[in-house]
């Protein structure tokens, strides 16, 4: 993959246009990375605004709420396109743009108007946000093919990590600088470099126009059937979508419950809980990578079983101690494991879908995904509040084991695909 970055004059036009795509998406996610780095401090933004924790949580729930109402819709609108890749980087341009927005507010609003301003100014940008989850895919997966993928995406993740940790620190240090509401004002700003480097590089990506010979009928009952008739007749997707939607409903429920359980049960300090997250995060540097070669050995099957595995036994361990230290062994070793899962995740779902559909599929599949981050937090915060915290962690490790149950019973990564499916990419 570092060859992507070396001018090598001997490559044939379509390796060098290659080269040039991964160069790209890489040096993309780095722009992607800045910007996430930011985002961590937008609800803190709110919280010191005095905003409710209403407005706090619609800005979590808002993006999955309208997800659930316009990923179909989307995905058959991107379907008629013959080009996705406009679609993405505008998109997303437009996304990372309401950061510096945001950071422009205190200049027009008196401070006790922002952060209703701030929901709405975000309300609307849950509208690119969902043509950016399923371009996404659709891009990422074109870019390097069914052979070459996993490697592209451990190094843009990997990369998206690094400057996203790079990112955090620095708006911190710069946070420190500046009087409020100044300080974070300069910090949304500044983020738009992030924005405009991931822009200028998305967009110079290029791939095969989508040839896509489905008609489709307009309404709301035709869109249904439809959805209901993609499940039928690619049995693989649906069993992939039915298999991976129980097991991220288990990972849903309990990613509340961790920081509630450090906090109100271990009774961790700020610079404990702080810890946990970074080792979780900071072992994806160099987790990607390892899988990758893992996956490139050994197959996705393999990684498959042991990744979700042992994802599932993570809320199960959590809720057996009160200690920070193991706390944090086990929080290290699930970003570790996370990393397995989201490359076989990426890579057998995209495996699994028809190659002139994909956005349809896409928008089907993370459907699915909006259903589970709007129902299953709130199963777990209120099975946590009627009967108690490790109760509910156990619920939720079950119900990520019945997702393993799944995967191996309708043989997800390991039933053969027809050759028009292996080929969708």
């Not at 309990?254 to 450090?262: E, G, N, Q, R, S």
Request: glycine fraction near 8%; charged fraction near 10%.
């Amino acid at each position: 993959m570092l060859n992507a970055f070396l001018n090598n004059t001997q490559l044939s036009p379509e390796e060098a246009q290659t080269q040039r795509n991964q160069r790209s998406v890489i040096i993309d996610g780095i722009g992607v990375g800045i910007v996430t780095g930011i985002a961590t401090f937008l609800a803190v933004f709110l919280a010191r605004l005095g905003a409710s924790p209403l407005l706090v949580g619609l800005l979590t729930s808002m993006p999955a709420f309208t997800g659930l109402l316009l990923a179909i819709p989307v995905g058959r609108m991107l379907e008629r396109q013959t080009n996705i890749v406009p679609w993405y980087s505008r998109a997303r341009v437009w996304v990372q743009a309401t950061y510096a927005f945001t950071g422009l507010l205190p200049f027009f609003l008196p401070l006790e108007y922002i952060p209703v301003a701030i929901i709405v100014l975000w309300a609307i940008a849950t509208i690119p946000q969902t043509i950016v989850n399923i371009t996404f895919t659709v891009v990422m997966g074109a870019v390097a093919g069914p052979q070459r993928r996993q490697q592209l995406m451990s190094w843009r993740w990997s990369t998206l990590g690094a400057a996203s940790a790079i990112s955090v620190a620095g708006a911190g240090w710069l946070l420190e600088q500046f009087v409020f509401p100044h300080n974070y004002q300069i910090v949304f700003i500044a983020s738009f470099v992030g924005g405009m480097l991931s822009f200028f590089f998305s967009s110079r990506i290029t791939m095969p126009p989508i040839v896509n010979t489905s008609q489709h009928k307009p309404g709301l009952r035709a869109l249904l059937t439809d959805s209901v008739a993609m499940l039928r007749d690619v049995p693989a997707f649906g069993r992939f979508v039915l298999a991976t939607f129980v097991f991220n409903c288990g990972i849903w429920m309990a990613m509340p419950l961790f920081p509630l359980y450090w906090v109100r049960v271990m009774h961790a300090s700020d610079f404990s809980i702080g810890l946990i997250n970074t080792v979780n995060s900071g072992v994806l540097l160099i987790a990607y990578f390892l899988w990758a070669k893992v996956t490139s050995r050994k197959g996705n099957q393999p990684v498959l079983f042991a990744s979700t595995i042992a994802l599932a036994c993570y809320p199960f361990l959590t809720g057996l101690t009160q200690s920070v230290n193991l706390i944090i062994v086990f929080a290290a070793l699930a970003g570790f494991i996370g990393a397995g899962k989201d490359l076989v995740f990426f890579d057998i779902g995209l495996s699994t879908m028809p190659k002139d559909r994909v956005p349809s599929f896409v928008a089907l599949q993370q459907l699915t995904g909006y259903i589970a981050t709007l129902i299953m937090p709130l199963v777990g915060t209120w099975m946590a509040q009627h009967f108690d915290y490790q109760i509910a962690l156990f619920v939720a490790a079950g119900i990520r084991m019945a997702g393993v149950l799944l995967i191996y019973l309708l043989k997800i990564g390991r039933t053969p695909l027809p050759q028009e499916t292996l080929t969708a990419e």
